[in-house]
């Protein structure tokens, strides 16, 4: 097997959260010849126009521009190819890929282990996921939702900003001068409370040094993926505890299961007035008028959001259901003689709030029999 000494660095952030201007500023630097993967869901890719104005250096790095889809779905097979005939390059220095403002960094980054794993003889590892942040944005949105309602139309926008803050082993905090020292402060807190771990590095217009992108640990799935508040909800708390499982940073989180579905005008009223004092809450829930489909019940600081997914599989037709339980027998050891594998499982993340307050107003949410 040969070395593997090419770094992938994967670049993620929404809109305008200042990833091609960090990349800009990457490409300027000149230390490394680089290949950059720019991917853009627009058919004409923007980003990589703008980079393209960035000079002569440009002429120091390979450039390969996907379009028309996301790097983390429909054009996963096509990013993985570029990855291949990239390793082949041995002048490549380091690959670095700016994802689409929409992509979910651990697709990504699960597309590219399993690539890693079956191609022995490749060159290249995946180095670091890096999040680029927008911390007025998050100042705003997330702590202080000062935006105006057209501003915010996207009610599941920020919670894909958490999504790609949650999967990261290191934060760029961009446009810190917007920001008071205060400001800033209390926005850290807030992103600490949702990512414990990674490293955070605070510029203005994405200057940062490659070699700080460069010079660090090597990504590693299973450590990111439990830097997640959620997923260390998941790990650590009983589900059957009485108080909810508090850590070094005085945020608690539990795990609320119950089979019975939520009445839907009553969940809609809580989300309305969602306590303040929940900064993170996501699972799967359903409703009592729709026994069909998984609902995925998302919600960051001041933003909350229900949107619909596959089916249950207890509503698949009996024929394909027959065929799923006898060919994944493992799916009865939840199913209920009821409700099937529908279950409403959320985790709750916050600070300094009652556990039996929050279970109170869920099971009031729950449709009553009769």
């Not at 992938?8 to 290949?35: D, F």
């Not at 992509?103 to 282990?113: D, H, N, Q, V, Y």
């Not at 450590?223 to 508040?229: D, F, P, R, T």
């Not at 909350?304 to 599989?313: D, F, I, K, R």
Request: glycine fraction near 4%.
């Amino acid at each position: 097997m040969s070395t593997r000494e090419v770094p992938i660095v994967i670049i993620t952030g929404y809109l305008g959260s200042g990833k091609t201007t960090l990349m800009q500023n990457i490409l300027k630097q000149e230390k490394r010849k680089i290949a950059l993967i720019v991917n853009d869901m627009g058919s004409i890719n923007i980003d990589a126009s703008i980079l393209n104005k960035t000079g002569n250096q440009v002429a120091q790095v390979e450039m390969v521009e996907m379009q028309n889809g996301c790097i983390c779905c429909t054009l996963r097979d096509e990013f993985m190819a570029e990855i291949e005939r990239l390793s082949a390059d041995k002048s490549i220095e380091a690959v670095f890929v700016e994802a689409s403002g929409i992509s979910e960094p651990s697709s990504i980054a699960g597309a590219f282990l399993n690539y890693e794993e079956m191609t022995e003889d490749t060159r290249v590892y995946l180095k670091s996921v890096v999040s680029v942040v927008d911390v007025d944005r998050i100042y705003r949105e997330f702590l202080h939702n000062l935006t105006s309602d057209e501003e915010t139309e996207d009610g599941d926008v920020i919670n894909l900003i958490m999504d790609q803050i949650e999967f990261c082993n290191l934060m760029i905090l961009n446009k810190t001068d917007l920001l008071s020292k205060e400001q800033l402060k209390e926005v850290k807190e807030g992103l600490r409370s949702l990512q414990q771990e990674a490293e955070m590095i605070e510029c203005v217009n994405g200057n940062v040094d490659l070699e700080v992108l460069l010079n660090r640990e090597d990504f590693d799935f299973d450590e990111v993926e439990a830097y997640s508040a959620v997923q260390r909800a998941l790990n650590n708390c009983e589900h059957e505890d009485e108080k909810a499982c508090v850590d070094e940073y005085g945020i608690s989180s539990f795990v609320f299961e119950e089979r019975k579905p939520f009445n839907r005008d009553a969940f809609d009223k809580l989300v309305e007035e969602y306590p303040e004092a929940l900064i993170r809450s996501k699972g799967y829930i359903w409703f009592s008028d729709d026994w069909k489909h998984v609902q995925l019940f998302e919600q960051a600081g001041r933003n909350a959001s229900v949107t619909e997914l596959s089916e249950w599989v207890s509503a698949w037709p009996k024929e394909e259901l027959d065929k799923a339980l006898c060919d994944f027998p493992d799916i009865k050891d939840d199913w209920d003689e009821t409700y099937g594998d529908r279950c409403n499982q959320v985790v709750f993340i916050g600070k300094g709030y009652e556990k039996s307050e929050i279970v109170k107003l869920l099971y009031d949410c729950i449709e009553k029999a009769g």
